[in-house]
């Protein structure tokens, strides 16, 4: 089974400090733990546009996430704690996507219609991205894969790849044995038609490939946004003008979760996202919503100061 990614999260926390470590390197641009750099992968990863990168990079510079001081490491400073690097960076992600399409399960169809008519009239053309088709590609993608993921883990012989043995008299017995067993099993093998076993594949940071030969799914990271931002002077901005907050209130300090996420407060389309990077990163999608409504946080400072201020000036109401 996998491990649980708060408790290794809080291990770490833990033995650094225990161990009096010193400042970890810095994690600079050029770093593979950068946010930009992870933004990136995950972007390729789930099939989305290459040109949402320059919208998470500014996002991540909006927010000073990218800062050297935020990313790295100090065990011995005083509030010692450690950057959920991968899942900071898809939460990036499902900001951006939030500020393309709201996914209030009504806009993101809107603009998915639009782009399928437009992809249709212009077919030589750049296509747009089609929030709908991409939904539809990315949910056969991820069934089959966690079909196929639980049907390994129940084919899946637990024993050892080199044999056990009680002492070093019985250790060539017990290696001769099991040479003799390969070979017959090969053996039989061979004589029954069965196909052999496949070698291992070597190991791979994805876990989707969108740019095989053959494939039969559709390739969205050449697709244009032009059919979700708009050109205003020099600069690009969302058609959408809307967004709305993952959390509205944050638990108090003394708290043990900084925020609460059920999965009936929120559109299906905000759902999908959760779960699919959630099923990525083997992580509670709890976790995911936590780390999108701290970037919110920091990303819409005035809308939170605001609503401070009012709360606090309807107590003084009370009080009176």
């Not at 129940?154 to 017990?174: N, Q």
């Not at 052999?196 to 994805?206: A, D, G, L, N």
Request: charged share 30%.
């Amino acid at each position: 089974s996998w491990p649980n990614y708060e408790d290794i999260y809080k291990k770490i926390i833990e033995v650094a400090t225990f161990l009096d470590l010193p400042r970890f390197p810095d994690i600079t641009e050029d770093c593979y733990l950068h946010p930009n750099i992870l933004c990136m992968k995950y972007l390729m990863e789930v099939n989305l546009p290459d040109e949402m990168h320059d919208l998470t990079c500014h996002v991540v510079k909006v927010t000073g996430m990218g800062e050297v001081d935020f990313l790295t490491f100090d065990p011995i400073a005083k509030k010692g704690k450690t950057v959920k690097y991968d899942v900071q960076a898809v939460a990036v992600i499902v900001v951006v996507l939030k500020l393309l399409f709201l996914l209030d399960d009504n806009l993101e169809w809107s603009l998915s219609n639009i782009a399928e008519k437009y992809n249709e009239k212009n077919e030589e053309d750049k296509p747009w991205f089609d929030f709908r088709k991409w939904y539809q590609v990315m949910k056969t993608a991820v069934d089959e894969k966690k079909q196929k993921w639980e049907e390994a883990r129940a084919k899946y012989l637990w024993k050892s790849e080199k044999p056990l043995y009680h002492s070093a008299i019985d250790r060539s017995v017990v290696y001769k044995r099991r040479e003799m067993v390969v070979s017959l099993q090969k053996q039989f093998s061979t004589l029954v038609g069965s196909t052999p076993t496949v070698e291992k594949q070597s190991p791979s940071s994805f876990q989707f490939s969108w740019t095989e030969e053959g494939s039969d799914r559709t390739c969205f990271h050449g697709h244009s946004l032009q059919g979700v931002l708009k050109q205003k002077g020099q600069s690009l901005m969302t058609k959408n003008s809307l967004y709305w907050l993952s959390t509205q209130k944050f638990c108090k300090s003394y708290c043990k979760h900084v925020t609460t996420y059920e999965e009936s407060n929120f559109s299906l389309s905000y759902q999908f996202i959760l779960n699919l990077f959630s099923f990525l990163l083997r992580i509670k999608t709890s976790l995911l919503h936590e780390e999108v409504s701290l970037i919110e946080k920091r990303l819409f400072k005035a809308k939170y100061s605001t609503t401070k201020k009012k709360s606090s000036r309807s107590r003084k109401a009370r009080k009176c």
